[in-house]
């Protein structure tokens, strides 16, 4: 699917290319969005650029996603998808800046490319390739805060619920989420990285580098970039010792439970040691023809019994 953005448009065109198609005067942005062969091909003809393939821009060396050719800068990044779904993932999108037109390649639906075209509606901008790139890239690191304020929130959430939660609580709905909260903070990390990374490469391209606004504009993104870095770092310690925390309760609960156990069995013992004894069938055993044996036998087991319960009473194991 391929999306096209105009200079002063009013609309995200979505359009159907040909082999002979080429790209209107006042075009600024090409998205091409999950692009079959055909239509990536059609815009390598229309551009005269060899666009990365998908298996190509998964690719994780630094060569493979940063690199100038044919006059244009191509950089790719892995971004955090589907954040709010079940299934969140970091996908890789490519952006090529070449003259005054962004071409973006990516294979995943992504929320702030989607508030990025709606804001650049709104407002009339971008005028140039170059300021939709910082656009974007803007847009992304904004979508990024959100998911990590999200997370500081629910990760907030749990710990109230981890230190508060009444005894016999259970640590399973705790656990899982904060489990998810760790994965979706780790992608937005390597997300955040993989975008300074782009950020720093993105300098030596002669429509950013040569126009002081864009690359005052693109410095300001790269301090929000190390800022959110930081930030989710913090955010996966706090998690980690969370989840730390939630283990070694259930490990003092289950002792605990162990620990009833233990003193049962111990109280128990001497009451069945004392049964067993006169649970023999011996025909010598002067306690059998004597009327006081039973309840001799009942008092000891209870007295043996209480003895090691009271012991441990005074010790304040129970």
Same mark, same amino acid.
């Given at each position: ?36 062969? #055909? ?83 709104q407002n009339g901008k971008p005028t140039c390739g170059g300021e939709a790139l910082m656009g974007l890239l803007e847009a992304v690191v904004e ?66 580098? #040569?126009?002081?606004?864009r690359k005052a504009h693109l410095h300001s993104i790269q301090h929000d970039v190390q800022s959110l870095t930081e930030h989710s770092g913090h ?84």
């Open positions: 699917m391929l999306h096209l953005l105009r200079q002063g448009a009013s609309r995200l065109e979505t359009i159907a290319v040909a082999p002979d198609w080429a790209p209107p005067a006042d075009a600024l942005w090409i998205d091409l969005e999950s692009p079959s062969r #055909e239509e990536e091909l059609a815009v390598e003809q229309a551009l005269g650029l060899d666009l990365p393939t998908r298996e190509e821009m998964a690719q994780i060396e630094p060569s493979s996603r940063l690199y100038q050719e044919g006059g244009a800068t191509f950089l790719t990044a892995s971004l955090l998808a589907r954040s709010d779904g079940e299934h969140p993932a970091a996908t890789p999108v490519t952006f090529v800046l070449t003259g005054e037109l962004l071409v973006t390649i990516r294979y995943d639906h992504l929320k702030a490319f989607e508030a990025f075209a709606q804001s650049a509606l979508r990024l805060a959100s998911v990590l304020e999200r997370g500081s929130a629910r990760v907030q959430a749990s710990s109230n619920a981890i230190f508060d939660r009444p005894r016999g609580a259970a640590f399973e709905p705790l656990l899982t989420g904060l489990s998810r909260t760790q994965s979706i903070t780790a992608m937005a990390q390597i997300s955040l990285i993989s975008l300074g990374r782009l950020a720093s490469f993105a300098m030596l391209a002669d429509e950013i580098g #040569e126009a002081p606004a955010l996966g310690t706090h998690i980690s010792f969370l989840l730390d925390a939630a283990l070694g309760l259930i490990n003092i609960e289950q002792n605990n439970i162990m620990k009833v156990f233990s003193l049962a069995t111990v109280i128990l013992m001497p009451p069945t040691l004392v049964g067993a004894i006169y649970g023999m069938n011996f025909v010598h055993m002067p306690e059998l023809s004597w009327k006081l044996g039973y309840p001799m036998a009942l008092g000891l087991m209870v007295v043996s019994g209480l003895g090691p319960a009271l012991w441990f009473k005074r010790r304040g194991w129970f």
